[in-house]
């Protein structure tokens, strides 16, 4: 048996953050650029692009199954450059379909409607199994500077790229967009290659297996730890009844519903109920973003220092839920509220909650039966997208009904921000039953290990 791999350091993490950013730049030009594109310069329904992006997320159900896949070969590598292949050929065939639209429009849509089948893929596989490999080779100790890191990185992505494609599309024409777009996908992928290349190396027997290895010849859950072999659906039976991932799961969906059913309406709120004008609102969306990364580095800096991660997923809902809480009476407040500040403590909230969500997700990966991590990844990764993809529609369906039956736009955002608050409140209940099933289960891995030594002492 060789010895197992050290532990990811510093460069290590930046290398793996550089491709979750290059997974992000290929992303938003789909979700942004081109959903303008159709709509402005294509003069197409608005429901073109959201129904792409609806089959976007509904896709990433697929997410545990692309994580299986790692799971049986017992390597992540090739499905990150797999992954991040099928994105960058999504990525570039959306452009282009873009384009065809102006000349074909049926053949441009069944084009697009493939390339974002790709797109969906591409990130599943990637995503999942980069979080998988940063959650096994990242030290415990490490992992909230390392979800920070690899955020950050992905949110500095986000602007380069965006930045970067606005000024290469001047003048605009779609031949110079399906070129710029085309780019964007050979850099991310050249850059993945480039980042992922020896960073997983040669995995043991016994690498990258929780601190409970030592127990695994006591423990049936967690014996035998080599590729998984069983039909996937047996495999994923077995992970949902595990109580900690299924509780995970369930504490990932219902926070990540109310996480983005505020991103849709905070700007027409902003502009509906106090009478921003498009720039004004958009500088207040900064303000937020200006919080949230602010959450993101208070987790990465004082999480290994105070509390655990569970305490700051909890700090961040709590948080979060009494800012939308207090959101809800701004319109009956009026100009006398002090909306910048609470915006920004509900991104500090927010940014809190999601770091420590994510790194949160790095260290129950493995908190079950061997080998399933791909899976477990996959449910908490398909929770998150899902949630993502209903927020936005239930909180601006939502909107519209209860402007309809009551003829208010300030009780319509009102009783929407309650509701979020309330489903935060729900979802911080569920942090904190994880959290205990977590440490239950520690306290036993611990026992187990213990038994395990004085066994093979007793031998």
């Known amino acids: 048996m060789s010895a197992p ?6 460069i290590g993490i930046v290398r793996l953050g550089l491709i979750q950013a290059s997974l992000g730049s290929v992303v938003v030009l789909t979700t942004s650029l081109l959903n303008r594109v159709m709509v402005v310069e294509l003069g197409l329904l608005a429901m073109l692009p959201g129904g792409l992006v609806a089959l976007y997320y509904s896709l990433q ?14 390597r992540r590598t090739p499905w990150i450059v797999g992954g991040m292949a099928v994105l960058a050929l999504g990525g570039a065939s959306a452009a282009l379909a873009t384009a065809w639209m102006n000349h074909a429009l049926l053949p441009g849509i069944a084009l697009a409607a493939f390339s974002f089948v790709l797109i969906a893929l591409g990130v599943g ?3 999942t199994n980069l979080l998988v490999l940063l959650a096994k080779r990242v030290e415990a100790r490490r992992r909230p500077a390392a979800a920070t890191i690899v955020w950050l990185m992905m949110i500095v992505g986000f602007i380069v790229t965006t930045a970067s494609a606005g000024q290469l599309l001047e003048p605009f024409t779609l031949t110079r967009l399906v070129a710029v777009s085309t780019g964007v996908s050979v850099i991310a992928f050249i850059v993945s290659v480039c980042a992922i290349w020896g ?15 030592d127990a695994s010849a006591n423990d049936p859950e967690n014996a035998d730890p080599q590729p998984a072999t069983e039909p996937f659906m047996v495999a994923l039976r077995e992970v949902w009844q595990e109580p900690v991932a299924r509780q995970f799961t369930l504490f990932v969906f219902v926070s990540m519903l109310a996480y983005s059913a505020q991103d849709l309406i905070l700007e027409p709120f902003a502009g509906a109920v106090f009478g921003l004008t498009p720039g004004q609102s958009t500088q207040l969306a900064s303000v937020q973003y200006g919080g949230v990364l602010l959450g993101m580095v208070l987790v990465g800096v004082l999480g290994p220092k105070i509390g655990s991660l569970q305490h700051w997923m909890l700090a961040g809902c709590l948080g979060s839920s009494a800012m939308l809480a207090t959101l809800a009476s701004a319109g009956f407040i009026g100009a006398d509220f002090p909306l910048a500040v609470v915006v920004f403590l509900l ?16 260290s129950l990966v493995d908190a079950g039966r061997a080998q399933r991590e791909g899976i477990r990844m996959g449910l908490f990764g398909a929770a998150q997208a899902i949630a993502f993809g209903l927020g936005g529609l239930v909180a601006t369906a939502g909107i519209d009904l209860i402007r309809w039956l009551l ?13 979020e608050a309330l489903t935060f409140l729900v979802a911080a209940v569920l942090a904190m039953r994880v959290g205990r099933m977590a440490e239950g289960r520690r306290r036993l891995d611990i026992s187990k290990a213990g038994d395990g030594y004085a066994a093979g002492l007793g031998n």
Request: proline letters at 6%; charged letters at 10%.
């Open 5 to 10: 791999q050290p532990p990811l350091g510093w």
């Open 61 to 74: 159900i697929l997410r545990p199954r692309l994580g299986y896949g790692s799971d049986q070969s017992g």
């Open 125 to 127: 596989a990637a995503g």
């Open 199 to 213: 960073v997983e190396g040669h995995p043991s027997a016994d690498d990258g297996w929780s601190a409970t290895a």
């Open 347 to 362: 991104g500090l909230g927010l940014g809190t909650f999601a770091v420590a969500a994510i790194g949160s997700m790095m």
């Open 407 to 419: 003829d208010s736009v300030t009780w319509a955002y009102s009783t929407i921000f309650l509701a």
